[in-house]
């Protein structure tokens, strides 16, 4: 019997028979191909007038951000779910939203997201019940913001390499201009003109800037038709310091947003007049402006995992030490400052600032997506746990802020195993050895207690 040909073999495309060692030969070479493609075509220009124009258009993007709905003490559970699906949909639309950049280009997504998320805004104006807010700001605008400025800062890498650091920090302090400005803007205008008037101005400001944004989005390497491969996919999880950063990451995320999301309620709880409180929101974010812009500087200088560890032990010692023992306008406001200070670095040094170090260039779009993809899970859940919490304790919240305070505490994180050998720590202040000394000679810490590390 005649042996059978191999004619249309997928590995062949010449139709003929070949052996095992020209198939092998056939198919690296497609791969090699595949990979050059996802390459950068050339030496990261790391400035110029195109660069800086893509750094103004992400700067533009993080300013619309979300207008988020702020629980009030008796519907704690319930309302906590608005806020908690923005942060999810925000976060775990990541991947869905790198893949299309990567295989697309910048241009088409933002563009719907942006067109979406003012649609979303005036759904919230005409809103009457409960399901209805949850759906336009939690689910709509929330899914939009992802596909808005997420795309832009997947862009950044391929433009800037020494600065990326900085950089980042100038994009990220582009959502201080709203988190300053929106809560004043709208906290004078509900008792003017009402609160649909109110989402309607700020859906049409908001759509000015998005179409500043979209006229100057550029990427500087062509876009990736070719889909990711199953090894792709799976690597990062055979990866141990990439499925270290994945949890670490998450952690943090999960202990976070508790104060950022009742800060205010709990300072009216605590006694502060209302209108002193609704200007925590914009004493919140202005009180980032510095370590935003500074933290990315220093991320280029000491490592980005370094300014991890760092902000993370202060954002901790700050909810501990401050945020529950603060009864007071004045305790208030100090911690709202502190706190958002240490943690504005999270949105700087971490993703995707941490996730470059660790991934190939054609892999740092779904590795980012993969990140948030997780940390979105940790942004769901923590709001909601937050308000059982004050619901058990008998209106007192104390239990809520030391739930925080020991997820923040009691976190793994990506320690030395986990940062780039251009990451090694060097830190000169004696005052911080003693924390940082586990992060040295550990790959994992459980962080018990401030006296000790496990």
Aim: hydrophobic share 45%; with cysteine.
């Amino acid at each position: 019997m005649s042996r059978p040909t191999n004619k249309g073999h997928p590995l062949s495309p010449s139709g003929t028979t070949k052996d095992s060692s020209s198939e092998k030969t056939w198919v690296d070479g497609r791969r090699d191909e595949k990979e050059q493609l996802w390459a950068p075509t050339d030496v990261t220009p790391d400035g110029g007038l195109t660069a800086w124009l893509m750094v103004l258009d992400a700067w533009h993007r993080r300013i619309p951000g979300l207008l988020r709905t702020r629980p009030a003490a008796p519907v704690f559970e319930k309302i906590s779910w608005i806020p908690s699906l923005q942060i999810f949909f925000m976060f775990a639309m990541g991947p869905i939203v790198d893949q299309v950049h990567d295989r697309f280009g910048p241009r088409q997504l933002p563009l719907v997201g942006s067109l979406m998320h003012v649609f979303g805004l005036m759904m919230t104006c005409i809103s009457k019940r409960y399901y209805q807010i949850l759906l336009s700001q939690g689910v709509c605008s929330a899914t939009d913001v992802a596909t808005i400025f997420q795309a832009a800062t997947s862009s950044i890498p391929s433009w800037f390499n020494k600065k990326r650091g900085a950089v980042y920090g100038i994009v990220a302090s582009g959502s201080i201009i709203s988190g300053v400005t929106f809560p004043i803007i709208i906290s004078k205008l509900i008792p003017t003109v009402g609160f649909s008037w109110t989402m309607r101005v700020s859906a049409y400001m908001i759509l000015f800037l998005l179409i500043l944004a979209n006229l100057t989005i550029k990427s500087r390497v062509p876009p990736n038709p070719c889909k990711l491969f199953k090894e792709t996919l799976a690597r990062p999880f055979h990866e141990f310091k990439a499925v270290l950063l994945i949890v670490g990451f998450f952690i943090l995320t999960f202990s976070i947003f508790v104060p950022m999301n009742y800060l205010v309620s709990v300072a009216i709880g605590e006694g502060m007049g209302r209108n002193l409180a609704e200007h925590l929101v914009a004493i919140l974010n202005a009180g980032s402006l510095f370590s935003r812009l500074s933290a990315g500087i220093f991320a280029d200088k000491i490592g980005s995992y370094n300014i991890f560890v760092v902000v993370s032990y202060i954002a901790g010692i700050v909810v501990l030490a401050l945020w529950i023992p603060a009864m007071s306008n004045a305790g208030n406001t100090v911690f709202a400052i502190l706190f958002r200070f240490a943690i504005s670095a999270y949105v700087v040094a971490l993703a995707p600032g941490l996730v470059v170090k660790l991934s190939p260039f054609a892999e740092i779009g779904y590795r980012t997506g993969l990140l948030f993809l997780f940390a979105s899970i940790g942004g769901l859940t923590t709001n909601p746990i937050a308000g059982a919490i004050w619901q058990h304790s008998n209106g007192s919240y104390t239990g809520m802020k030391v739930f925080s305070g020991r997820v923040l505490d009691c976190r793994v994180y990506p320690g030395s195993g986990c940062a780039p050998a251009s990451d090694g720590l060097e830190i000169k202040g004696h005052f911080l050895r003693p924390l940082l000394y586990c992060h040295c000679h550990k790959r994992v810490i459980i962080s018990v207690s401030y006296g000790g590390c496990y």
